[in-house]
């Protein structure tokens, strides 16, 4: 097995879209291209709104990810979590497809526990090893303003376990509404980021949340997305990194 | 809270394992993680706890730390696996594993209900847990007072959640904020010995600590300067000071080099307010021996009048 790179969108958000794409489609279009897509809602009492529930369950289903509801203080341990169990789940899903074309179709329920718990100990290893790609993608809009103190503390705090790993890692961070698209970069490609940095500054307040359209648009920061020419000129410059060979992105 | 938990699988009331066959009878539920549900069941007439969680390859690393860890001939770090097998829940199949039932309390019950005296000796057999799981290259990682328990039987220190365990070097798994190296800009998150004993101390903090006070401090920013200032304050942390600041500061090479540094100062300590305890019950051995020797004495002479 060669050393892969897994790649994940992780939304952190407080509420539905309510501008373009369906995020749902969004994922899915992800998904197709080797893009697991995580989320995380935010909220400050009570619920989230069975209709913000549902959202979020749906795109964390479609974007083959998962998701989690929490409060702005269990954010940064939210976001190491569910990084790394969805790491697990793709690793898992290849192997289990790498299992099936060995074993033919039932693989992984003809293997006894005992022979899967070896199993599991070869893909916690993978995890740690394979190089990671995330990029951030923080909902901007209105009512995330008081919490975006705690989205910051987030992002630096995952920046460390991302440094913690054996490894490669990169993350990137963009927030949405952007000032003219649907997004900004905020944080190019980066293994370390500094604590200073402010995302609160220059943001635009709007009430539109395009989670979809953003989705859509952070699929182009993965350099090994083959894209229209509009989108790749508008991201690839972005990136000082030159490897311009494509990692393949499956094992 | 957490909207992923509503997955993890209620387990059925009477259930028996696919592979190895093993029946089970639930008796109650434990308690619920980050990872899967624990419950207390009877299989053959023996308790035990029984771990169901929503992913199984999750689970199933557990269980590969269990095991590699209990290849060693060192009982009482980690509780002994009995089964792990597969069972059908409304036709999906759940991974599930079971262990030994051990009967205590949580560590920060205990300390509650028995005193802060205890704090010490706790961390000191806790030190010698730590030490062996290190040995075999482990580091526990989400070390917190949930995550320990004290037994019933015979006051040990048993470590119960293994979901943070951790292969030396790599990313650790599973933290939790309050007592994680890094949310207290001590440090990264790789897991090394020092991880853990910067969480113990945290613990050691944290259960000596005047809960009001620890409640009210959890605002400021998490600085190891805050822990500090705690411990430099607590009458019943002071003796300790340099263990814990030590450790705070990821200076010490082994657990074990740690315990002996804080089982000298509770020697210490001790010996320091049991002196004058001490020299009377010598009085009373040096008076016991001599009773002693004249029984035999008498005895040696109605032995030697008898011949």
Same mark, same amino acid.
């Given at each position: 097995m060669k050393e892969a790179t897994l790649r994940q969108i992780l939304v952190v958000t407080d509420g539905c879209s309510n501008a373009g794409i369906s995020p749902v489609a969004a994922a899915t279009l992800a998904r197709e291209q080797g893009i697991t897509v995580n989320v995380i809602g935010v909220i400050?009492?009570?619920?989230?709104?069975e209709q913000g529930e549902k959202e979020i369950r749906e795109i964390a289903n479609a974007g083959g990810g998962l998701y989690d509801i929490v409060y702005p203080q269990q954010l940064a341990q939210t976001v190491q979590m569910l990084t790394r169990k969805a790491m697990t789940r793709t690793i898992h899903h290849v192997v289990n497809k790498e299992l099936k074309e060995i074993l033919g179709d039932s693989a992984i329920d003809v293997l006894s526990p005992e022979k899967r718990v070896q199993v599991a100990g070869m893909v916690d290893e993978l995890g740690e090893r394979s190089r990671l790609d995330v990029v951030m993608l923080v +909902?901007?809009?209105?009512?995330?303003k008081s919490k975006l103190s705690a989205v910051q503390q987030a992002i630096h705090d995952f920046s460390i376990s991302l440094r913690s790993r054996s490894g490669q890692s990169r993350m990137a961070v963009c927030s949405f509404?952007?000032?003219?698209?649907?997004? +900004?970069?905020?944080?190019?490609?980066?293994?370390q980021v500094e604590?200073?940095?402010?995302?609160?500054?220059?943001l635009t307040m709007?009430?539109?949340?395009p989670t979809g359209p953003a989705i859509v648009e952070a699929i182009?920061?993965?350099?090994?997305v083959q894209l229209p020419a509009s989108l790749s000129e508008r991201f690839r410059?972005?990136?000082?990194?030159?490897?311009g060979s494509l990692r393949d992105h499956v094992f | 809270m957490s909207s992923n938990k509503p997955t993890i699988p209620d387990l059925p009331l009477q259930f028996c394992g696919k592979w190895n066959q093993k029946s089970y009878r639930v008796l109650r539920e434990l308690g619920r993680g980050a990872n899967g549900a624990v419950y207390l069941a009877a299989q053959g007439g023996v308790r035990r706890a029984v771990k169901v969680g929503a992913e199984g390859m999750d689970l199933l690393m557990e269980v590969n730390v269990l095991k590699s860890v209990q290849q *060693?001939?060192?009982?009482?770090v980690a509780p002994l696996v009995s089964d792990v097998d597969d069972l059908v829940i409304n036709g999906k199949t759940f991974t599930f594993y079971a262990m030994e039932y051990l009967e205590g309390e949580q560590l920060d019950r205990y300390v509650k209900r028995m @005193?802060?005296?205890?704090v010490p000796i706790l961390m000191i057999q806790l030190l010698a847990r730590l030490e062996i799981l290190h040995r075999h *290259?482990?580091?526990? *990682?989400?070390?917190?007072p949930e995550n320990v328990m004290v037994t019933h039987a015979d006051k040990q220190v048993r470590l119960i959640d293994f979901g943070g365990v951790t292969k030396? *070097?790599?990313?650790?798994?599973q933290f939790t904020e309050e007592y994680d190296r890094a949310a207290w800009q001590a @440090?990264?998150?790789?897991?090394?010995?020092a991880y853990d004993l910067f969480s113990l101390a945290v613990m050691a903090v944290r259960l000596s600590a005047d809960p009001e006070m620890w409640k009210s401090r959890r $605002?400021?920013?998490? $600085?190891t300067s805050l822990l500090c200032d705690i411990i430099r304050n607590s009458d019943s942390l002071y003796p300790y000071r340099v263990s814990l600041v030590k450790a705070l500061h990821g200076k010490y090479a082994s657990a074990g080099e740690m315990r002996s540094e804080m089982l000298a100062i509770v020697r210490e300590r001790t010996i320091g307010h049991r002196g004058k305890q001490a020299s009377d019950s010598a009085g009373k051995l040096v008076g016991g021996l001599f009773v002693a020797s004249l029984l035999l004495l008498a005895g040696t002479l109605y032995y030697a009048w008898m011949m």
């Open positions: 400050e009492k009570g619920d989230m709104g +909902d901007t809009s209105g009512s995330m509404p952007g000032k003219q698209k649907h997004l +900004d970069v905020r944080i190019p490609w980066t293994d604590q200073a940095h402010q995302l609160t500054s220059g709007s009430g539109i949340t182009a920061l993965f350099e090994h410059n972005e990136q000082e990194e030159d490897d | *060693g001939r060192d009982a009482r @005193g802060t005296d205890w *290259g482990w580091v526990f *990682g989400d070390l917190k030396m *070097g790599n990313a650790v798994r @440090g990264d998150r790789r897991a090394d010995i $605002q400021e920013p998490r $600085q």
